[in-house]
């Protein structure tokens, strides 16, 4: 592996690993680094070279934009035109934290980062090595998940160097993340704020903060008539080498319809993966079985889910199995990520169907 491997958590800072990785990125160069959601590969944001190394190194197309982020709210002004009233109040609400806001961009963000749009996405980070790092690294850092385009995000360092290892100059190793999804984006220029993509942060928590939140309509599933707003959110992502197909319905007969499905595919000559929780992992007898976490404890699936499906491609698996993850807070990030990886691909426990829609 190429990429300089360092270890450090958020409690025990290595401050002049931190300012090797800021020099690194002042000098054009790549950085791997954790953040609370998932990794995020880094580059100096305001370089428009080093956005497109970022392009390079994911086999990324050009034409989807990066997400700059800032360490303090003081850097915002300067890469923005405006600051709309509404992302102001989310910024003090939800900042550092999971959030990504769409701004008009400023002439200093190159248009190599914003892939040829006049719009820039801003994140500000709250985990503090990702923060400490982009201090040093002069402010600007633009950053995707740190993933090979089409796999899964990653959520630890060994994702990371699987991926990119051979492709950038330092990994930093923070363990595993905290979320596991992405940031929720929300674009705040027009009259009513809409989330682009969902994440942890949801729309009834943003209601709270903002009163009415709409949600981009090109999010509802492939049957959506209309494309989604985020260049991201069009192309099919985090799909597994296997088919995989997600079960719907209540607990029981999901899990009779997986077992039954998992019988006739094994008979047929096909490995089997089954994607299940702790409550139901008992239930399954055949095929490769992988407990994604607890449904009592549903941020344990959002920080599994891509792992899981990494595992899946190590595994050689013919076909998947997924429950479905309709957890209170996050299964709408949850559920869309999953429909995403299954190509929309559902089976509802009784009858098969193509197009069923994720809205909860
Ligand atoms: O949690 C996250 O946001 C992670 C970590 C590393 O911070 N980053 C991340 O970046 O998920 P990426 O590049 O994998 O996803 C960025 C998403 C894409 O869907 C992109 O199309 C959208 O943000 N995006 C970026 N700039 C945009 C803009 N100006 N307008 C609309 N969507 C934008
Ligand atoms: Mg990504």
Redesign the pocket.
């Known amino acids: 592996m190429k990429a300089k491997l360092i270890r450090m958590t958020e409690e025990n800072l290595n401050i002049p690993a931190l300012e090797e990785a800021g020099e690194i990125l002042k000098n054009g160069g790549l950085v791997g680094f954790p953040?609370e959601?998932?990794?995020?590969?880094g580059g100096n944001a305001l370089d428009p070279e080093a956005s497109r190394k970022i392009y390079a190194a994911k086999g990324r197309p050009s034409d989807?934009?990066?997400?700059i982020?800032i360490a303090d709210l003081e850097a915002l002004p300067p890469i923005v035109r405006e600051i709309p009233e509404k992302a102001r109040i989310l910024a003090e609400a939800c900042w550092p934290g999971?959030l990504?806001m769409?701004f008009p961009?400023a002439d200093i963000v190159p248009y190599e980062t914003?892939?040829g749009?006049d719009?820039?996405?801003v994140?500000l980070?709250s985990n503090e090595i990702a923060r400490e790092m982009i201090r040093r690294a002069g402010g600007y850092v633009a950053?995707?998940?740190?993933n090979v385009s089409g796999r899964p995000?990653p959520t630890t360092a060994e994702h990371v160097a699987e991926d990119l290892g051979e492709r950038i100059e330092m990994i930093i190793d923070g363990g595993l993340v905290q979320i596991g999804?992405?940031?929720t984006?929300v674009?705040c220029t027009e009259e009513t704020p809409m989330i682009?993509?969902p994440?942890f942060l949801n729309q009834e928590k943003l209601e709270e903060i903002l009163g009415r939140v709409e949600l981009d309509p090109g999010l509802l599933g492939e049957t959506a008539h209309v494309r989604p707003?985020?260049?991201?959110?069009r192309y099919r992502h985090y799909a597994p080498k296997a088919d995989l197909s997600i079960v719907e319905g209540d607990s029981e007969a999901v899990v009779s319809e997986i077992r039954r499905l998992s019988r006739e595919y094994r008979q047929a000559g096909k490995k089997v993966g089954i994607i299940c929780t702790d409550e139901t992992r008992a239930h399954y007898t055949e095929g490769t079985v992988l407990s994604i976490g607890a449904r009592a404890e549903e941020e344990t699936i959002a920080r599994h889910l891509y792992e899981v499906l990494r595992q899946f491609d190590e595994t050689q698996v013919d076909v998947i199995f997924s429950e479905s993850f309709h957890t209170p807070q996050m299964g709408m990030a949850i559920m869309n990520r999953l429909l995403k990886a299954a190509g929309h691909r559902v089976i509802s426990a009784g009858s098969e169907s193509e197009e069923k829609e994720w809205e909860q």
Do not use: F
Request: aromatic content about 2%; hydrophobic content about 35%; glycine content about 10%.
């Open positions: 953040t959601t998932v990794y995020g590969l989807n934009p990066l997400i982020h999971p990504t769409i961009k914003t892939g749009l719009t820039v996405a994140r980070p950053a995707p998940s740190a995000s999804l992405e940031s984006i674009d682009l993509r994440g707003k985020a260049p991201g959110m």
